[in-house]
């Protein structure tokens, strides 16, 4: 099929859409929700190709102009304007319609943990954990913490929570892997600078439908909770830990003083892991084709380098370097690179379109 009979196939599908959600009370059960869905993923699809449509009609008329001596310079001024929108609407609607990542609309939960470095390394992990609440809070998202293991000192071994909101998937999926940083500690007499590092993992959040797990899979164990050090800071077994037999992935929750509450935090995140072990093994055989992948998902791999004595963040993925570290630490600068990854990915993904 012609990319333009394609286009067409969409505009009807979209105006045949319009009619139908108009009448709501014809439709049955979740078809109404079901449809607007497709009319609202449909709708920036379709204002584009009639946005584009209209700019090549208009630069059409404007070439005619060109013929007359008193509209010349008016109908040359339009078609240089043109000829710059034109290539950005087909660049808008070649992205639009690539294939679409199902886990991109979901939420996500994200887990931090200290990595090589000691008490620096779990400063750093806090830090950035902290980086993340703001970056969620800028983007009007729900960040809930999870569970935090904190050192006593400021540090986390490790933390996580779950953020809901718009696309929140989309633009944290690349933020998976290990993030390493350079700065004196506090605790450095001589001013050395030392490098530690963390590892983030970004899961999409599933929900029952998409996971479905087995009481039968799984052995849950009850406890108390204990804070920095091992003392108890609770009196009651309400710390719970969920082993799924099958693939053996641990999850434990202990934040909240409701061992029920604790449970459902805990099938949460396991959940999310299940989902994520099917999503990176999709992921994986689908950019099998695909060099230089900017999303490898290998979690193992250094992204980012927070360098503090010269205020400089780079991400090694994708060469971009950046002068404003205490913007990026608090949340606000973090969405260029977000941004700068998502672009990235897209471009690989066109070219390999292309080939």
Same mark, same amino acid.
């Given at each position: 099929?012609? =990319?333009? /009979? /394609?286009?067409?196939?969409?505009?009807?599908?979209?105006?045949? =859409?319009?009619?139908?959600?108009?009448?709501?009370?014809?439709?049955?059960?979740?078809?109404?929700?079901?449809?607007?869905?497709?009319?609202?993923? #449909?709708?920036?699809?379709?204002?584009?190709?009639?946005?584009?449509?209209?700019?090549?009609?208009?630069?059409?008329?404007?070439?005619?102009?060109?013929?007359?001596?008193?509209?010349?310079?008016?109908?040359?001024?339009?078609?240089?304007?043109?000829?710059?929108?034109?290539? /950005?609407?087909?660049?808008? *609607?070649?992205?639009?319609? *690539?294939?679409?990542?199902?886990?991109?609309?979901?939420?996500?939960?994200?887990?931090?943990?200290?990595?090589?470095?000691?008490?620096?390394?779990?400063?750093?992990?806090?830090?950035?954990?902290?980086?993340?609440?703001?970056?969620?809070?800028?983007?009007?998202? /729900?960040?809930?913490?999870?569970?935090?293991?904190?050192?006593?000192?400021?540090?986390?071994?490790?933390?996580?929570?779950?953020?809901?909101?718009?696309?929140?998937?989309?633009?944290?999926?690349?933020?998976?892997?290990?993030?390493?940083?350079?700065?004196?500690?506090?605790?450095?007499?001589?001013?050395?600078?030392?490098?530690?590092?963390?590892?983030?993992?970004? *899961?999409?959040?599933?929900?029952?439908?998409?996971?479905?797990?087995?009481?039968?899979? #799984?052995?849950?164990?009850?406890?108390?909770?204990?804070?920095?050090?091992?003392?108890?800071?609770?009196?009651?077994?309400?710390?719970?830990?969920?082993? &799924?037999?099958?693939?053996?992935?641990?999850?434990?929750?202990?934040?909240?003083?409701?061992? &029920?509450?604790?449970?459902?935090?805990?099938?949460?995140?396991?959940?999310?892991?299940?989902?994520?072990?099917?999503?990176?093994?999709?992921?994986?055989?689908?950019?099998?084709?695909?060099?230089?992948?900017?999303?490898?998902?290998?979690?193992?791999?250094?992204?980012?380098?927070?360098?503090?004595?010269?205020?400089?963040?780079?991400? &090694?993925?994708?060469?971009?370097?950046?002068?404003?570290?205490?913007?990026?630490?608090?949340?606000?600068?973090?969405?260029?690179?977000?941004?700068? #990854?998502?672009?990235?990915?897209?471009?690989?993904?066109?070219?390999? #379109?292309?080939?």
């Amino acid at each position: 099929m012609s =990319l333009g /009979k /394609k286009l067409e196939g969409l505009i009807a599908r979209h105006d045949e =859409l319009r009619e139908a959600i108009s009448s709501p009370d014809k439709l049955k059960g979740g078809e109404f929700a079901k449809l607007s869905k497709e009319y609202s993923d #449909l709708t920036p699809i379709v204002e584009t190709v009639l946005a584009l449509k209209t700019a090549e009609e208009e630069r059409a008329q404007a070439l005619e102009l060109l013929k007359d001596p008193e509209m010349k310079a008016m109908a040359e001024e339009e078609i240089a304007a043109l000829d710059k929108l034109i290539p /950005k609407l087909t660049s808008d *609607l070649q992205i639009s319609l *690539l294939p679409k990542d199902e886990a991109d609309a979901k939420n996500a939960i994200i887990e931090v943990r200290a990595g090589t470095g000691g008490d620096e390394a779990a400063l750093f992990a806090a830090d950035l954990f902290r980086m993340y609440q703001r970056f969620s809070e800028l983007q009007g998202w /729900k960040f809930e913490v999870l569970e935090i293991a904190d050192t006593g000192l400021g540090g986390y071994r490790e933390a996580s929570a779950s953020i809901s909101g718009k696309n929140v998937f989309e633009k944290l999926k690349f933020e998976s892997g290990v993030h390493r940083v350079q700065r004196v500690p506090t605790t450095e007499t001589q001013g050395r600078i030392h490098t530690s590092a963390a590892t983030v993992a970004v *899961l999409p959040e599933a929900e029952e439908v998409d996971i479905q797990i087995n009481e039968n899979d #799984l052995r849950i164990d009850v406890f108390r909770s204990s804070g920095p050090g091992g003392q108890s800071v609770n009196t009651t077994d309400s710390a719970v830990r969920i082993v &799924h037999i099958p693939t053996g992935i641990t999850v434990q929750q202990q934040d909240e003083k409701s061992q &029920h509450k604790n449970k459902a935090k805990a099938l949460k995140v396991l959940r999310a892991r299940l989902y994520d072990m099917e999503y990176q093994k999709r992921e994986a055989e689908r950019s099998a084709s695909r060099k230089g992948q900017v999303g490898s998902g290998d979690r193992s791999e250094r992204i980012r380098t927070y360098n503090f004595p010269q205020g400089r963040v780079t991400d &090694h993925r994708i060469n971009l370097t950046q002068y404003n570290l205490d913007e990026v630490m608090s949340g606000g600068g973090l969405k260029d690179f977000c941004d700068a #990854l998502i672009a990235e990915d897209q471009a690989e993904k066109l070219a390999s #379109l292309k080939e």
